[in-house]
């Protein structure tokens, strides 16, 4: 293709998709907050996007001092005591951070252990990577109010349990209150607390997971730090640890002495390497530049007003729209369509129905132990009058669902697409295109 | 404050529907003794010109121009028009296509990759992409495993695949397999002799380099036949897709599992980071291959259209009996590639690879005249190494130019080996520099 | 407003746009082109976005260098001897090339004249830059091919006349074959004449208008050599003359000295300045680097292609497309309405069908001797395709027209908008937000 | 070849579709005395990276960092966002939008702008733009004229008025009117008794700068008594239109006519072009004024939309009697203008003027201490003159910086004059180095 032809196909393509730069994106657990301009015009200086990997220190010390830097910034958010910046994604800074357990497990117990403790509401990438590290995972049920009770942690714990694996706030938006006896529960018998940091965009500046006696815990830069979610990465996802941890991060470690910053890779405990160089930095160098942005006020500010917004939503849908639970919850709420049951129309059919109305739809059917969940995190880059017109959408969908329920049923209708046949694609796959590529018209 | 657009009367307003009395009351479920009640301890915040500066005056620390360098992450151009394309918030701020009315436009793109990427590996299906190329090997030595039932649990590696592929592949193989390494021979390819008799009844897979880390272009036919012989799968890595312009595909070569970094394609270096895996097999794997990808169907109407399928693989659906943990993968990476690919076209391709290969082939013969004869003897495409002066790097820095790998650094018993990459950046006069520097 | 909201409020609005890189836009006269990526690159450069148009002549040197070897290029091109790259767009550089003549009838015959020729197909600038100067417009008639008729020229031409504005091709993407001997008639009576280039497209590396005998002629940048319109400029229209005019041109020139670049203020002679510093150089620098980008077997190329474009639509929808005038026309071709007049169906109704089919509409209603024109033209950066399928719809639409006109009259009803009230706009004008707007719904 | 789609086969199917035999023989209608037959002698073909490589040489040869320099060209930070949203294909690509129903983007942008200009300038109704500061100057000249009937003929200005500006206006005035110039004070400003005597029956308008090119603050109200006294327009011309953020609007102190440049918001220096002029007026003018303009309508259905509109007072209709012959503006310029504004709101753009006033404020402080004292007394903005030693610039570039301009060079009678512009770009670091490199 002539550049005039290729251009013209992707910005055709790249107008059938909904993107946080056209519209609100309220997809829960995804923190999809705005994606600052300055950082991609920083991502593009030459000598960031043409840094190679394996030059000698002395020509790397613009890239290192950036990594040197983010990764105080990101221990002391965590308040904790070190962090590698190495894992690609969430799901491998949770990789990583099992690793490093299970490693220090093998030093101080001769044992890798055998089980994890994953609550209920938990990610399900949590039991993935356990069962990856050939851990047995092992299900805790969250009380009604949708927290962890001690007791259940208690009960479950013994010394073949190698860590519990906790979110907090947990996946339904809820501050999980005994985290810190929890963690002296865990502590008692040996184990370690894995803190996956998928909603950190709770607690910035105002509360820490090492506070809280979590050992180890991941962030997402491509949630809480802005890093663009590139329609499906790259994301990164640095793994912050406890001091006794440290030694076990995946090798290298940046550096300061004197004013030189340099790559550590004298780790003889590390876990290893779990990909290619050291890090998205990519992405690094727009975490850092957002963390520059806001300073310490700022990213407070980012949190709290994040939780506000959840809650003013909350507050205006809240005779239509049933919580799942009902104590206070934070920067995310997750509703169920238990007040649509009589109508027929389902959690899917209102995400299909926003749709329409010009929205992205909240996150779907998670967490699974709430039925019909609609999980919504508005994050703090939105208005107050975006939140309304999202909370009379949803309004306005309840009172539909009651009246035509069959209109909602046959969203959406605006896009270019209308519901697409997703057990055909999965039973005949036609996975690439080809000669006789003949799908649908 | 920038980013945050809520007034003073707005937060009051909200404040009172929600009916609590202060920002602070709303997070009155972390207990007290959990409160940071002090500012972070990060640094001040920068108006967006003075964080500009300073970014600025980090980027400007790095060398200038295209290093001699490749090892995996390969210096290219980035065409203009490709950067331009994905500064397109449609693109770059969408999330992963879960909703796939409002995504058909991330699905396309991802659906071409996978066809972008069977074409170039011969092979019949592939996935939306991965970390990085050695992610992709972790998860193709998985797979291996996998498809053996977990009864095959010895993966045998070339130890002149790149040393931080196998460091991944060593890093991933904890409960499932054992990785038995084979060594090179005097033309820098795999020793064929060790490696058949490495590959046993209980090898799940064999991985080698496709060209290896040496830049050498191996045997891929000839080590399938080896690998397939003993019931165990072929799989090739490749950490510079663009030599696929040039090179027989693996798929040609019979190999069954091709992996790899696509960096090469429309995206930068980034200190190494973000990568593109390449992940693409045969068919019959179909329901055993790691990660996420896109298919066709059709909408209610009949009306073709693009979906994220096969997913019962994948762990928001499956949980703990995944065949990956990967979620979020690289397609912002991929869509850049994508875009490259289309623009290159077949015939772009490979005359992009014909002027890798003779540039490299120029600086190869310049440099041996200077007197830095070869490494190895095996044929090269854009990267190869010589034997250098132990100030080699020294002098390279000083003409101010950048690149080359001391292998020492991977290979003790190769100390005086000097690895070099030459591409389209890298125009004669950029060469010659580098010649006069080590001559 | 923040960040985004600034940012989904244009990206929004941008959606609603057409553009060459959203679909063909073959507009007779405009030359829209595709618009090389390269070029929006390099004109980001710091040194170029960042260069003060008053430091002193050593720390200008790299954008002097590139105006000097620009205006080389622009002289070679339209074979005369100077070019001077101050007028903003192509009407300024039109009143710069009728000033420069102005100016040398006072200093060679001590009267600026008072009468400038312009053919009835001419642009509607032509006439208005001549009065802006003064002169009063006397019209010239075409023949019936399309093309002024020497006798013509010299009936009208005596010498209260200072020149004669002509454009070749013309308007109607008609060469104008007797220009020569035009040229003669006008220069022995003392007039000079003046070239519009507009239609430069048609003619790199094919004829010069210096070699025809045209004296002055301006470029527009934005169509010859692919700078973007921008939704309606920044242009650039250089103006280029004949030795003898070339004292007369705007002041400064840049001239090279050894290897100094340096801007010439010692013009005595020069008409002055219209517009501030040294011209759209954010203009110069995409046009330079488009010649550059083609170097000469491109630029002859573009233009062949553009003809070849043009002439293969004629032949695709010759049966059912009136062609205005029937000799053979170059790089664009005017249609009229004459084949559709019995079904109510106008010209202005062809434009807004075509919107319904995906693309942007033609010239309508120019040249004003053609009744209902159609000008189409394409350029060079189209596909074989895209033209077939462009042919397709001007064919259905016709045939349409027939069958149903009251569908064709009720187009265009794709776009966010209906057929506006343009009388209304006129009547009443709004032309800023205010408390009390409410223009609609 | 690069940006040509064709292949040799589409151009022989073409031609055999057209009837002819070759490329050469569509262009039979062109004698062949005038056919050039020979390769235009134009420099060669680069491609796309060789290209970058040269036009990087030349950027580079430019000096670094924001220069102490305005006049008319004045160094501002545009956001990456702005620059980011200009670089999206269908605002840059698409043309005048003269089919309005596809072309609502540009058209509301452009109501947003006049909205903008009208906001800043205090006046009623803007256009949606015009070349530069200076022709906007010009024809606001030729409009006081028009407005007049012709029957005045003479234009009075400042002689503080930028001087390319009455440069222009004189170039514009071949036919239409007389120029005439009245001296400034020892403050800066335009001499007022100077101004009262130039005044008369036969004024059309008067204009001054505003702030003047010394940066010096004018009493417009003062100025527009006076012109109004003997039936003329008043019309004030800035050049850096940032000033508005802390300036009382021309419109407030009764000015009839506001122009200028308004290049400050959104828009690089580009070497001085392109610029953004701006035009803005009273309603009463509004069939006088020139330029294009966007106006709110509604469709069929009664839904908004914009289109241009009052084109009867434009070239394409009126031809030779139009109000101006001006046809592409420069729209581009003012939808990054727009953006930059939108994002700064009324509070942001009184933020920035004010930093910009204090760095000045700080720099001239500095300045009058390290023995520069102020040129004029008059009050100023971010830009001021001081008096300075004859080797300024060359001192001010060898401490690697850049701008300062001797205002010698358009008055002969300040010839220690050196007019410097402070804004966001200069930190107080830069500042203090241009206050070191010239104490």
């Known amino acids: 293709m002539t550049e005039v032809q290729a251009v013209r196909h992707f910005v055709r393509l790249s107008q059938l998709n909904y993107s946080v730069d056209t519209g609100f994106f309220p997809l829960g657990s995804c923190t999809m907050k705005f994606n600052p301009k300055v950082n991609e015009w920083a991502a593009r200086l030459p000598g960031f996007a043409g840094a190679h990997p394996l030059l000698p220190t002395e020509q790397s010390q613009g890239v290192l001092e950036l990594m040197y830097r983010l990764e105080r910034s990101l221990s002391e958010i965590a308040g904790l005591h070190a962090t590698s910046l190495e894992p690609a994604a969430g799901a491998q800074g949770e990789l990583a951070g099992l690793m490093v357990i299970r490693a220090w497990h093998m030093d101080k117990h001769g044992t890798p252990r055998k089980k994890v403790l994953i609550p209920d509401s938990a990610h399900g990438t949590n039991p993935a990577s356990a069962a990856l590290l050939g851990y047995q995972a092992v299900e805790l049920k969250s009380n009604s109010k949708g927290v962890l009770e001690p007791a259940t942690v208690a009960a479950a714990m013994d010394e073949d349990v190698a860590c519990l694996m906790m979110t907090n706030p947990n996946t339904l938006g809820i501050f999980e209150e005994h985290v810190e006896e929890i963690c002296r529960i865990v502590h008692e018998k040996g184990g370690q607390v894995y803190g996956d940091g998928a909603n950190m965009n709770a607690l910035l500046g105002v509360a820490r997971p090492g506070d809280m006696g979590i050992d180890v815990m991941h962030y997402n830069l491509h949630k809480t730090f802005s890093t663009p979610h590139g329609g499906g990465g790259p994301g990164s996802g640095p793994v912050a640890v406890a001091e006794h941890l440290a030694p076990y991060l995946p090798r290298p470690i940046v550096v300061k002495e004197g004013d030189t910053y340099r790559l550590d890779f004298d780790q003889p405990m590390s876990v290893g390497k779990l990909r290619t160089f050291w890090g998205n930095f990519g992405m690094h160098l727009r975490a850092y530049a957002y963390i520059r942005e806001l300073g310490p006020e700022g990213l407070h500010a980012a949190s709290r007003l994040a939780v506000l917004n959840a809650q003013y939503i909350r507050a205006l849908i809240e005779d239509e729209w049933d919580v799942a639970y009902e104590g206070r919850s934070l920067h995310e709420v997750v509703y169920t369509d238990k007040k649509l049951k009589e109508t027929g129309v389902t959690t899917m059919d209102v995400a299909k129905a926003l749709i329409d109305h010009g929205y992205h739809p909240p996150t779907v059917y998670f967490p699974l132990i709430v039925p019909g969940a609609l999980m919504v995190e508005p994050t703090e880059t939105e208005t107050k009058e975006t939140l309304e017109n999202f909370a009379a959408a949803m309004k306005a969908i309840a009172a539909q669902a009651r009246e035509e329920p069959a209109a909602i049923k046959a969203m959406p209708q605006k896009p270019v697409v209308e519901r697409l046949d997703e057990t055909r694609a999965a039973r005949k796959p036609v996975l690439r295109w080809s000669p006789g590529f003949d799908v649908g018209a | ?439």
């Open chain 2, 1 to 439: 404050m920038r980013y945050l657009p809520h007034t003073e009367s707005d937060i009051q307003e909200m404040l009172q529907k929600i009916g609590v009395k202060s920002l602070d009351e709303l997070f009155s479920t972390v207990p007290a003794s959990l409160r940071l009640n002090r500012a972070l301890a990060v640094e001040p915040s920068l108006d967006e010109r003075a964080l500009m500066d300073h970014l600025e005056a980090l980027a400007s620390k790095q060398p200038k121009g295209a290093p001699f360098l490749g090892a995996g992450a390969n210096p290219h151009h980035v065409p203009p028009s490709v950067d331009q394309l994905l500064l397109r918030g449609e693109l770059y701020t969408a999330y992963t296509p879960y909703q796939p009315e409002i995504a058909q436009g991330t699905l396309q793109i991802t659906f071409e990759f996978q066809t972008f990427v069977t074409l170039l590996t011969g092979l019949e299906i592939a996935n939306a992409s991965m970390y990085d190329g050695a992610s992709a090997a972790a998860e193709a030595a998985l797979m291996a495993v996998r498809i053996s039932g977990g009864k095959r649990t010895k993966v045998v590696v070339s130890k002149a695949l790149h040393p931080e592929y196998r460091d991944v592949v060593r890093t991933y193989h904890t409960e499932g397999f054992d990785v038995v390494e084979v060594p090179f021979g005097a033309d820098g390819r795999t020793d064929m002799a060790a490696l058949e008799a490495a590959i046993d009844e209980n090898t799940a897979g064999v991985l080698v380099g496709y060209p290896n880390f040496f830049g050498v272009v191996e045997d891929l036919g000839a080590i399938a036949k080896l690998a397939q012989a003993k019931g165990a799968i072929a799989i090739s890595c490749t950490t510079e897709a663009l030599a696929f312009g040039l090179l027989q595909s693996p798929g040609a070569q019979g190999i069954d599992v091709a992996v790899g970094e696509m960096q090469s394609f429309g995206n930068g270096l980034n200190f190494g980071g973000p990568g593109l895996g390449f992940f693409a097999t045969r068919e019959k794997f179909l329901r055993q291959f790691p990660g996420r990808v896109a298919g066709a169907t059709v909408d209610k109407t009949g009306k073709r259209g693009f979906v994220l399928t096969l997913s019962t693989r994948e762990q928001h659906i499956r949980r703990e009996k995944a065949t990956s943990n990967i979620c979020t993968n690289h397609g912002l990476n991929a869509t850049a590639a994508t875009i490259h690919l289309s623009m290159l076209g077949r015939h772009g391709l490979k005359a992009l690879a014909l002027l890798n290969y003779r540039r490299a082939r120029y600086a190869r013969e310049q440099l041996a005249a200077a007197g830095l004869k070869p490494l190895f003897s095996g044929p090269v495409f854009n990267e190869f190494a010589v034997r250098a002066p132990s100030d080699a790097i020294a002098r390279i820095t000083k003409a101010g130019l950048s690149g080359g790998l001391p292998l020492g650094r991977y290979y003790p018993e190769l100390g005086d080996g000097l690895l070099l990459c030459v591409t389209e950046l890298h125009d004669k006069a950029r060469i010659d520099a580098l010649i006069a520097a080590l001559a």
